[in-house]
């Protein structure tokens, strides 16, 4: 029996997965029951930013507090699941991953108009509408880009690579992050998971080269940032409240990405494989190491890590 649960570094994995899962369902569920009965929820369009800034200070909330209780359980600082220190959280990381984030979606945007997809029209908002929607996508932005990153890659990345190692572990989460995408938001197509999947399994990239999601989470809410709100993407069919530009998507959906946006373009395809392919060669060191898996060892066609974005 005790083989079954344990092994030489304690509890195994798939138990401490189990136990984080529920610890989490849990949260949510108790969450859910007292807002119902506290608060009386207003309806808002999906693509809302005061929806998104609520939805996800509660899911940033739950998933700390029950990575905390794992954390306690196992004895080990949150650094080990790839949660930046309080130190790193706003570091150069951050910042180069906005960087590459809005980098990334300009480019995809700039292949669309290029091909006769994208054109804009003029400003959607001006004034004191332009400083409030800017200010609140920012800030909705940069909670998606936390919430969701500790979520899918933080402690049950790290402990389900504990289990099957990294990349497997990596390629499965990525492959559920896609998943959730394509069966729970409307219109969804085959272009948008696998998309969204890869780009999963680009975060992924960025913790084990980087050491932590700081670069994964400032490239997730620049990315979001620049699809909703800077270049007025559409999402699930609808435009984000307050976006900026007026714009004309026209064409074939399969280059303009048609009621999904960008992300559902086949040109996102060659944009996701060159972050790739650059990425792989700026950050050439593995940071993020499991337990067993000993000392960093460098590539041998690069000396050393260069901190370049795009």
Not at 239 to 245: F, R, S
Request: charged residues 15%.
């Amino acid at each position: 029996m005790r083989e079954i649960f344990l092994n030489r570094r304690g509890l195994r994995a798939g138990w401490r997965l189990l136990i984080f899962v529920a610890l989490l369902s849990a949260l949510s569920f108790a969450s859910d029951w007292g807002s119902a009965r506290l608060f009386h929820p207003s309806q808002r369009p999906f693509l809302d930013p005061l929806s998104f800034l609520e939805a996800e200070i509660v899911s940033l909330i739950l998933v700390l507090l029950a990575t905390w209780i794992m954390s306690r359980i196992e004895r080990r600082p949150f650094e080990d699941y790839g949660i930046p220190s309080l130190d790193d959280i706003f570091g150069r990381h951050f910042w180069i991953g906005t960087l590459w984030g809005i980098a990334s979606t300009s480019l995809l945007i700039g292949l669309i108009a290029l091909f006769g997809g994208y054109h804009i029209v003029g400003l959607a908002i001006g004034g004191l509408d332009l400083l409030y929607f800017t200010a609140l996508w920012l800030a909705a932005s940069l909670l998606i880009g936390f919430a969701e990153e500790l979520q899918f890659r933080a402690y049950l990345l790290a402990t389900t690579a504990d289990g099957i190692g990294f990349w497997p572990a990596a390629a499965i989460l990525s492959l559920g992050f896609g998943a959730l995408h394509f069966f729970f938001k409307p219109h969804e197509r085959w272009e948008d998971f696998a998309s969204t999947a890869l780009l999963g399994l680009f975060m992924c990239l960025t913790l084990r080269r980087t050491g932590s999601l700081a670069f994964a989470i400032g490239f997730h809410a620049a990315f979001d940032f620049a699809n909703l709100f800077l270049w007025s993407g559409q999402n699930a069919g609808e435009y984000a409240v307050g976006h900026l530009l007026q714009t004309n998507w026209q064409g074939s959906e399969l280059i303009t990405g048609g009621l999904l946006g960008p992300e559902a373009s086949l040109l996102v395809f060659p944009v996701i494989a060159l972050m790739f392919f650059i990425f792989d060669r700026l950050y050439c060191r593995t940071e993020f190491r499991l337990e067993d898996e000993g000392q960093p060892q460098e590539k041998p066609a690069q000396a050393r890590t260069t901190t370049l974005g795009l």
